[in-house]
C-alpha cells in the first residue's frame, strides 16, 4: 500500500477524533491508529526498498553515462590526435614533395645546360670538320681547274695528233 495513502488515513482519524474542551488536544480511537500504524511500518519498508532501488538505478545510469562521456571523450581525443597526426604526415609529404619537385626541376635544367653545352661543342667540332673538308674540296676543285688550264693552254703534241 502506498505510504501517502496511508498518511492521509491517519489524518483522517485525527480529524475525525474528538477534541478535549480548552486545549488544543484530541482524543483518538487506539483501535483505528494501531491498525494502521501498522501498514505503516510495512510499507515504509518497501517505500524505502523502491527509493532505494530509484537511487540504484539512478546512480548505474549516472556511471553508464559517465563511461560513455569519457569514452566519447577518448575516442574524439585519439580522432584528433590522429587528425593532428595524418595532417603533419601530409604537411611533411607536401614539403618532400616540393624539395624533389624542385630538385628535379633543378637537376632538368642541369641536363639541358650540359645537353646545350655538348651540343655546341659538338657542332663547333662539325663546324671544324666541315671547314677543313671544305678547304679540302676548294684546294682539290682549285687544283683541277688548274690541270685544266695547263692542259687547255698547252700545244698540241704528236700523240695528240695519234689521237682519234
Same mark, same amino acid.
Request: net charge negative; charged share 35%; with cysteine.
Given at each position: /500500500?502506498? =505510504?501517502?495513502?496511508?498518511?492521509?488515513?491517519?489524518?483522517?482519524? %485525527?480529524?475525525?477524533?474528538?477534541?478535549?474542551?480548552?486545549?488544543?488536544?484530541?482524543?483518538?480511537?487506539?483501535?483505528?491508529?494501531?491498525?494502521?500504524?501498522?501498514? /505503516?511500518?510495512?510499507?515504509?519498508?518497501?517505500? %524505502?526498498?523502491? +527509493?532505494?532501488?530509484?537511487?540504484?538505478?539512478?546512480?548505474? /545510469?549516472?556511471?553508464?553515462?559517465?563511461?560513455?562521456? @569519457?569514452? =566519447?571523450?577518448?575516442? *574524439?581525443?585519439?580522432?584528433?590526435?590522429?587528425?593532428? +597526426? @595524418?595532417?603533419? =604526415? %601530409?604537411?611533411?609529404?607536401?614539403?618532400?614533395?616540393? *624539395?624533389?619537385?624542385?630538385? +628535379?626541376?633543378?637537376?632538368?635544367?642541369?641536363?639541358? =645546360?650540359? +645537353?646545350?653545352?655538348?651540343?655546341?661543342?659538338?657542332?663547333?667540332?662539325?663546324?671544324?670538320e666541315l671547314k677543313r673538308a671544305l678547304t679540302v674540296i676548294e684546294n682539290g676543285i682549285r687544283t683541277i681547274q688548274i690541270e685544266r688550264e695547263k692542259h687547255e693552254n698547252r700545244p698540241a703534241s704528236a700523240d695528240d695528233a695519234d689521237a682519234p
Amino acid at each position: /500500500m502506498d =505510504i501517502l495513502h496511508l498518511v492521509d488515513r491517519l489524518e483522517e482519524i %485525527v480529524k475525525e477524533s474528538t477534541q478535549v474542551p480548552f486545549s488544543g488536544l484530541r482524543m483518538v480511537d487506539e483501535r483505528l491508529v494501531w491498525p494502521l500504524l501498522d501498514q /505503516m511500518r510495512i510499507s515504509v519498508p518497501e517505500e %524505502v526498498r523502491r +527509493a532505494e532501488r530509484t537511487i540504484r538505478e539512478k546512480e548505474r /545510469m549516472m556511471a553508464q553515462t559517465q563511461e560513455e562521456a @569519457e569514452r =566519447i571523450i577518448a575516442l *574524439a581525443r585519439s580522432e584528433a590526435a590522429q587528425i593532428t +597526426a @595524418e595532417h603533419i =604526415i %601530409v604537411q611533411n609529404a607536401r614539403q618532400e614533395g616540393q *624539395a624533389v619537385l624542385q630538385q +628535379a626541376e633543378q637537376d632538368a635544367e642541369d641536363i639541358r =645546360i650540359g +645537353a646545350d653545352e655538348y651540343a655546341f661543342e659538338v657542332l663547333c667540332g662539325l663546324e671544324q670538320e666541315l671547314k677543313r673538308a671544305l678547304t679540302v674540296i676548294e684546294n682539290g676543285i682549285r687544283t683541277i681547274q688548274i690541270e685544266r688550264e695547263k692542259h687547255e693552254n698547252r700545244p698540241a703534241s704528236a700523240d695528240d695528233a695519234d689521237a682519234p
